[in-house]
T-cell receptor, first 110, second 118 residues
Framework: SQQGEEDPQALSIQEGENATMNCSYK?????LQWYRQNSGRGLVHLIL?????REKHSGRLRVTLDTSKKSSSLLITASRAADTASYFC??????????FGRGTSLIVHP | GAGVSQSPSNKVTEKGKDVELRCDPISGHTALYWYRQSLGQGLEFLIYFQGNSAPDKSGLPSDRFSAERTGGSVSTLTIQRTQQEDSAVYLCASSLSLPDGGGLYEQYFGPGTRLTVT
């Protein structure tokens, strides 16, 4: 089964609103990453958060990690139409082989 | 600098034919991954190369799939006797490998090859 699972599967919001998506995982991790994918092509790395970190920011992105609950969230503030994409979390429990969830499909309406 | 490139971008083949997919990683990246993504699904790990070490082939779905990485750079994923269920986007990614080991490092993805088996 997938190590990381994103929730919700789909999210539809208006431009300017905030978007929150979550990732849950099953086993202990060294770090967790969030990626964005446009149009079913290559993924683009957004943020890496290590297991000893609780929160990280990058521009309009905020990632939190709760290792006690084995979950992470990605918050996109003041969303734009260009944020429309699929978002994936990837976890690694110590090997170099990451496990990706099925992703959250975000649609931002202008 | 140049990112990860993959060729071809699209490939349509008949069932039973062999196909080769190519990946050019970022120069200096010692780690290279192949993934498969079916429509609306997450990424399925296929194979991982790290430097001169033996590749981790644990994700290859059948013995029809194989991959090579020549000179620690370019990689080729070969699918023999293609089946319709092989239709998917095949993604390649490369990353640096840091000396402290373990964990997962930022991966740089290519644009993928969309394979359609008719």
């Amino acid at each position: 089964s997938q190590q990381g699972e994103e929730d919700p599967q789909a999210l539809s919001i208006q431009e300017g609103e905030n978007a929150t998506m979550n990732c849950s995982y099953k086993t202990s991790i060294n770090n967790l990453q969030w990626y964005r994918q446009n149009s079913g092509r290559g993924l683009v790395h957004l943020i890496l958060i290590r297991s000893n970190e609780r929160e990280k920011h990058s521009g309009r992105l905020r990632v939190t990690l709760d290792t006690s609950k084995k979950s992470s969230s990605l918050l996109i503030t003041a969303s734009r139409a260009a944020d429309t994409a699929s978002y994936f979390c990837a976890t690694s429990g110590g090997s170099y082989i990451p496990t990706f969830g099925r992703g959250t499909s975000l649609i931002v309406h202008p | 600098g140049a990112g990860v490139s993959q060729s071809p971008s699209n490939k349509v083949t008949e069932k039973g034919k062999d196909v080769e997919l190519r990946c050019d990683p970022i120069s200096g990246h010692t780690a290279l991954y192949w993934y498969r993504q079916s429509l609306g699904q997450g990424l399925e790990f296929l194979i991982y190369f790290q430097g001169n070490s033996a590749p981790d082939k644990s994700g290859l779905p059948s013995d029809r799939f194989s991959a090579e990485r020549t000179g620690g750079s370019v990689s080729t994923l070969t699918i023999q006797r293609t089946q319709q269920e092989d239709s998917a986007v095949y993604l390649c990614a490369s990353s640096l490998s840091l000396p402290d080991g373990g964990g997962l490092y930022e991966q740089y993805f290519g644009p993928g090859t969309r394979l359609t088996v008719t």
